[in-house]
């Protein structure tokens, strides 16, 4: 709408021409930086995506967490813990970029504590063996790379570069789960019977990782408009799909859905339904465990306080020395 004094409709065609030169940049492929103009939205969806990113690292750790102490050899247990460890690295950087978008870490780690931040589904389904282990590195990481490998690419300087090497370190996380599900196939009897188990549980949290079908996603559009996404939630799901299933098959493992098959014409797997209500009861905070998961961060917020308060104190200090 323009405005009825001539000072609000030059405020507009300003703003439309910023808007323009904007989107211009995007279109030659030019990265947008912290300092430079943006518009409203834009930096929204930016904060909005990261800090729910950020967030799904951190409480990314706790499913595979639980099972450091109950590795079953030292080579397994170090390789774990190497893992885990990055995903808190991958939170640090995922705050730091959010942070450059004028939003403070308290912010966006209160609205985790309250219940009020999105973080990816895929978190709250419990650990049960071993197996869940591969199948995460293997299923939940590969997923998570075609995603990144995407957001690798996207308009915003900073994200983009935090992606680069989270991507690097998240395909050694894929190779390591993918070496636990291997060599529990090729297992005994109890093994494969083990790992066939933690494929039909994990199978339907994963793909629901890529977020809601395409015409049930309200956040694309823009999100391509402006370069953030370059693929959509069901093309990047669709690429998952055509690598994973031959993989799986070629391991003698089965995928847990009666109406997969192979479509010849188009050359894609394809799939019968995704349970939807359960992703969105699960994303609404009612999954298996979306209490323990907030009770463990919460509590992990309460021992750091004084690790908090320490370093607030001896920055107080050196800026008064
Ligand atoms: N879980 O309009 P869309 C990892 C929400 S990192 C929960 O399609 P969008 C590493 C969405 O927020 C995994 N909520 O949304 C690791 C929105 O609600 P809002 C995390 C979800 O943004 C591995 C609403 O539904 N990766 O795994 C989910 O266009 C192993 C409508 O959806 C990222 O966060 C979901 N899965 O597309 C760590 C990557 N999907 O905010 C440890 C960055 C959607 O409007 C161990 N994020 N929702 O209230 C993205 O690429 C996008 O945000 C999508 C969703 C693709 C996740």
């Not at 050899?73 to 640090?92: C, T, W, Y």
């Not at 894929?174 to 636990?180: E, H, R, S």
Request: hydrophobic share 40%.
């Amino acid at each position: 709408m323009y405005g009825t004094t001539t000072g609000e409709i030059d405020e507009t065609q300003e703003e439309q021409e910023r808007l323009l030169a904007f989107e211009a940049r995007i279109a030659r492929g030019e990265k947008i930086e912290p300092g430079d103009w943006m518009p409203a939205e834009y930096r929204r969806q930016l904060i909005r995506m990261i800090s729910q990113h950020a967030h799904s690292e951190i409480v990314g750790q706790l499913p595979e967490g639980a099972w450091i102490t109950r590795a079953p050899s030292l080579r397994r247990k170090m390789i774990l813990l190497a893992k885990v460890q990055d995903e808190a690295g991958h939170g640090q950087y995922l705050y730091h970029a959010a942070e450059t978008l004028g939003v403070r870490r308290e912010e966006m780690l209160e609205a985790l504590l309250a219940g009020k931040a999105k973080y990816s589904n895929v978190f709250n389904y419990p650990t049960l063996t071993w197996a869940d282990v591969g199948v995460i590195g293997y299923l939940v990481d590969f997923a998570a790379i075609l995603n990144q490998t995407m957001l690798a690419r996207c308009s915003y300087g900073p994200y983009a570069r935090a992606m680069v090497r989270i991507c690097a370190e998240e395909n050694f996380h894929k190779k390591q789960g993918q070496d636990i599900v291997i060599r529990l196939a090729q297992g005994t009897p109890c093994q494969r019977a083990m790992v066939q188990d933690a494929i039909n549980r994990w199978w339907q949290p994963t793909l629901m990782m890529f977020g809601p079908p395409d015409h049930d996603s309200p956040n694309t559009p823009i999100l391509k408009r402006w370069g953030i996404k370059t693929k959509t939630n069901d093309e990047l799901r669709q690429v998952f799909l055509d690598t994973i299933v031959p993989e799986l098959h070629a391991l003698g493992l089965t995928i847990p859905d009666p109406d997969l098959r192979y479509d010849e014409g188009s050359g894609h797997w394809l799939i019968g339904p995704i349970h939807w209500d359960e992703f969105w009861r699960v994303v609404r905070g009612e999954g298996p465990c979306n209490k323990e998961r907030m009770a463990a961060r919460i509590q992990a917020h309460e021992d750091g306080r004084w690790v908090r308060q320490a370093l607030a104190a001896y920055a107080q200090k050196q800026t008064a020395a």
